[in-house]
């Protein structure tokens, strides 16, 4: 294995038990993120409060809220991305398969080479050619072979749906995509890692409808291979991309579910208030 | 009778147009020196730059000819070495001020900063005379560098901090999101967009130094001949320019004209390549 130096050091445990895989009976998934009493503050305000929550892997999970309701704060927990506000603390912990990602001793980065993010504004690197940028993330933890680095950057790209339209185009400026394509750029740039979670923060609110739809087509294709967790502003888009939902509102998970119940029977009145725009 | 007349409104008028107007030729008072000195410059100093200026060197007094190709190749030399010195100190103190330093300990940094960049140029040539040429016992070129180095320090500092902020947070955060370390981030990835700016502010530093001759007076000291050890003092265009202009030779006054107009359009010129270099980048100055 030449590519030991970004393969992940601890054991990943969902791996393991696919290996002897007798098609029979699939035991029950492990979760892949296990959130225990998780609570945040900036400074002085509190922005989550006693989160406690399982995430199931191979499956997308929609983060649904009013603004401020946390649920970006909860999503950068996952892979402590939280940690960039000096002035953050948070208590309680997260898991992933069993690892404890907010532990003293774990590595930020190492946590964040397992979960990936993709934001809201797409952030190709603007002095990188879009080859450059899908492979930096190798790149620049110790991958050195040619050979592996172009195998991964092709496949990254195929994974994000974008290999047979810059193809031809790999040294031109990631800069000189239209705005969805270089949505999926971040998407190859985050894949081309190979970490296990994908995280979305609101992936497609800045594009327009039909790269929306890429984009949401493009996450049910990775569901095969990894944990989704998207932050929407967009209840439709929720509805149309997601397995369960959770509901945040003032740094509360008030609610979570399949989201086909959450949709059409939610438990809690706030959720319904919401989920039918009387409020936020 | 709240508002009065048309007559009132007609009164601001011309006030407003006067104001304009006053002020538009302050503006041109501030550049007019440069169109002056240039044309002055140009003047009277034109006629003796030719190629024995830039190839030959100083002749004696009384006899003609000569040029001042030991001080322009000490210019360069001094200006190398203050970059040598200058550049990698300063560009990571604004790499600290943007990416690392708390806002209290950078409040503290930007303003010893901004006060060192007022203490006046002579006194780094004192400075640097008692750290380098007392002990080491000679001028050099050393000491001249490391003297034009220490004053480009908070100029180079502050314009890198600039140009670091204004690359957006996304790409830092895009950068650590794939779990690339911090100071690769910063190195492969911020340093990098804005490579252009802290490329501008080291040009500008080292216009702003090339011109300086205080600080040489103490250090450097000047140099008739070629200078062959950096141990060794080293002649400086700036330097030879005064010592020129106070001789009461004609010759060599027409030779520190000459000497003025090559330094102004060094600085001219190095202007116009941050320009160009800086020309549609997203980040710059």
Redesign the interface.
Known sequence: MEVTM?DNPVQNPQREQRAPAPAAIQPEEPPAFQVENLSVWYGKKQALFDVTTNIPSKTITAIIGPSGCGKSTFLRCL?R?HE?V?SSRTEGSVRLFGQDLHARDTD???????V??V?Q?S?P???MSIGENVI??LR??GVRNRAILNERMEKALRMAALWDEVKNDLNRPGMSLSGGQQQRL?IA??VA?EPEVLLMDEPASALDPIATMKIEELTQQLKANYTIVIVTHNMQQASRVSDKTMFFYMGKLIEYGETKQMFFQPAEKKTEDYITGRFG | MAFQSANNHSLRKAFSFLVSVGTFFCAILVIAPLGIVFFHLVDKGASSVNWDFFTKLPKPPMESGGGMANAIAGTLTLLALAAAVGVPIGVLGGVYLSEYG?SRVNWWLRFFGDVLNGVPSIIWGIVVYGLIVKPTRTFSAYAGGVALGFLMLPIIMRTTEEVLYLV?Q?????????????W??IV??VM??A?GGITTGVLLALARVAGETAPILFTAFGNSFWNHRLSDPIAALPLQIFTYAISPYDDWHRQAWAGALVLVCFTLLVNVTVRFLTRGR?VKV
């Open positions: 970004i892979n991305m960039l000096p930020a980065s190492i946590v964040r080479r397992r990936g993010m934001f504004k952030n690197f603007p002095t930096v993330g620049l933890n971040c740039r985050a890692v | 708390s957006p996304g790409y830092r955060e895009a950068g650590l999101a794939l779990g690339i370390p911090r690769k981030v492969h990835i990098a967009s490579l997203t």
